[in-house]
């Protein structure tokens, strides 16, 4: 009989080959959230912010696959590689204070100090990103200015730990996550700031107690990404609208939600590219496919920030705006 021999390295290749391949899937388990996020501080909407506590259990479940393993893998690294070179890195996961926790239930972990030789560590947040992301972030400005609304909530947590320990300045480390490139900005603590922050928690808090969401804030970018669009938008219909039958309007409507994500791409490509032929700085050919083109056109531009305010308020005069936001109520 011509039967088929199966070797023994074949038998346990073929055995295990399923078992590994049936633990291919990230482990995504919510829990309970029982306070304040420093993290979340910063995010754009207040409402998010009560839900997040409020119905955490009802936060639809999205598959991050590894990346918050592999952001902190890197930040393990990158404090590896520091210690590695001398420098003092302290309080490594610590808590906020306890006032910052009681009063006003804002919870948090400092990732660092870092120091060298006799300069005292400074409180350390690591952040990791994607190049392009990398590339946009060099002062504290560049953050509350980013196009990213999860990058503009970045310093709220950095200023909420300075808060919590009374220091003065702090640093946050950002790494690039297909280099590993890494950059440092200085940050000071901003009280003004802060003070915002612990009332926004404060009115999270009692929102939490009393069942009573607040506002909504108009629809936007955090609204087409947020978990919680499917609890939260819904309310829409329930504020005694008008209802227009414009089958033509709703027509474009939804061929443009089609379109959004391709016109995001190509605008997210159209800046990564601009920005690389800037750094270049002149005309240039790339490979075979294109010529490139760099002007540098003078002009000039008002900058009214530099107006004193007793001058441009005297010339200031009442405007109304029209602003249109689409809502989806199918999510």
């Known amino acids: 009989m011509n039967g088929v021999i199966i070797s023994e390295g074949q038998k346990n290749l073929e055995a295990l080959v399923p078992i590994l391949e049936g633990h291919r899937a990230f482990k995504n388990t919510r829990y309970p959230v029982r306070s304040n996020w420093a993290s979340k501080m ?41 210690s590695a ?3 003092t890195i302290i309080h490594e996961q610590l808590a906020l204070s306890d006032e ?11 990732d ?29 400005e560049d953050f509350r200015d980013s196009r990213a609304e999860w990058i503009k909530g970045y310093p709220a947590q950095l200023q909420l730990y300075l808060l919590s320990q009374n220091e003065e ?38 929102a939490n107690v009393s069942g009573e969401p607040p506002k909504r804030i108009p629809y936007g970018k955090p609204c087409k990404s947020c978990e919680f669009a499917h609890i939260c938008l819904p309310d829409i219909m329930n504020e005694g609208l008008d209802l227009v039958d414009n089958e033509h309007l709703e027509a474009i409507l939804k061929e443009r939600d089609s379109l959004e994500a391709s016109a995001d791409r190509y605008l997210e490509l159209d ?6 032929a800037k750094q270049i700085g002149k005309d240039f050919i790339v490979g075979t496919s294109y010529s490139v083109q760099v002007k540098k056109i003078p002009g000039m531009r008002l900058d009214t920030k530099k107006i ?14 029209t602003r249109i936001s689409f809502v989806p109520l199918g999510q």
Request: glycine share 8%.
């Open 42 to 82: 910063g995010h754009a909407c207040e409402r998010y912010l009560y839900y997040l506590r409020h119905d955490w259990e009802q936060a639809s479940t999205r598959d991050w696959k590894g990346i918050g393993i592999l952001g902190n893998l890197i930040a393990d690294w990158w404090v590896r590689e520091m």
């Open 85 to 87: 070179k001398g420098f």
């Open 100 to 110: 910052m926790a009681k009063k006003y239930q804002i919870g948090g972990r400092i």
């Open 112 to 140: 660092c100090r870092i120091g060298w030789g006799n300069v005292k560590p400074l409180l350390t947040e690591i952040k990791t990103m994607h190049e392009r992301y990398y590339e946009e972030i060099n002062t504290y």
């Open 169 to 206: 300045s702090g640093l946050f480390v950002l790494i690039n996550k297909m280099t590993l490139e890494w950059k440092v900005i200085p940050v000071y603590l901003d009280m003004e700031y802060c003070e915002w922050l612990l009332q926004r928690a404060d009115r999270v808090n009692k």
């Open 271 to 276: 800046t990564e590219a601009k920005g690389i």
């Open 308 to 321: 004193p305010i007793e001058i441009r308020t005297q010339f200031e005069v009442p405007t109304e705006q």
